[in-house]
């Protein structure tokens, strides 16, 4: 496989990525190769295949609102007619920015740069093709996952400058966004809620083909 500068916009693959155990797979990842190689190192059989891949890249590139819209409209409703010629839909939207407008407003522009400017202070997110708003102190709705030593947990929690950075046992369902739970018999100072920032899922994909995955 490869994409590059010369066949990009000739040539579209699209990544979906479901993991887990057994027949529960979760849908960890989908998103279109922006760059990709396939490439077999000197004396080796096996060929390796490095790809970079962007969640909602089209609505990323080519996301774009000429509309006015009347007093009274909401901000999901505003959200929902840039969407519409997406593949994107509305995640959750914290309920301190979905107000009505006071007077009709006219929004023209990226929908992304049109986004950071009406609401850069607040945290802005695709997770697989929902997009989602955050204020600093808001967590997507849902069941809040607690990690344990017996549960999954690796090692001990490790602090990088303001995060907190753990290692477990994989777990398909963890979403950028999410609140969890840390208990740690180790390092009990960690012991707390914790909003998820960033996840890194890394691995073996198959035994039959050698080599590390990380997304």
């Known amino acids: 496989m490869w994409l590059d500068i010369f066949n990009f916009g000739k040539k579209y693959i699209d990544v979906i990525f479901y ?10 990842f989908t998103g279109r190769v922006q760059q990709c190689l396939s490439y077999r190192n000197s004396g080796d059989v096996n060929f390796i295949t490095e790809m970079t891949v962007l969640n909602a890249a089209e609505f990323f590139r080519y996301g774009y609102l000429n509309k006015t819209f009347t007093k009274g409209t909401t901000f999901e409703e505003i959200l929902s007619s840039a969407l519409s010629d997406s593949n994107v839909k509305v995640g959750y939207i914290t309920p301190e920015i979905n107000i009505s407008l006071p007077k009709d407003k006219t929004f023209i522009g990226q929908t ?35 990690i ?68």
């Open 19 to 28: 993991a887990g155990y057994q027949d529960n797979l979760v849908l960890c």
């Open 112 to 146: 992304m740069d049109l986004l950071g400017r009406e609401y850069g202070g607040y945290n802005i997110f695709v997770n697989n093709n929902e997009l989602n708003i955050l204020g600093d102190n808001d967590v997507i709705p849902g069941e809040i996952i607690t």
């Open 148 to 215: 344990t030593d017996s549960s999954g947990l690796l090692g001990s929690p490790k602090r990088a400058n303001v995060y907190t950075e753990i290692e477990m046992i994989f777990e398909p369902q963890l979403i950028a966004g999410q609140a969890v739970e840390v208990l740690s018999e180790s390092m009990p100072q960690f012991n707390r809620a914790y909003k998820v920032i960033k996840v890194q899922h890394s691995g073996i994909i198959s035994p039959r083909v050698c080599g590390k995955l990380i997304t």
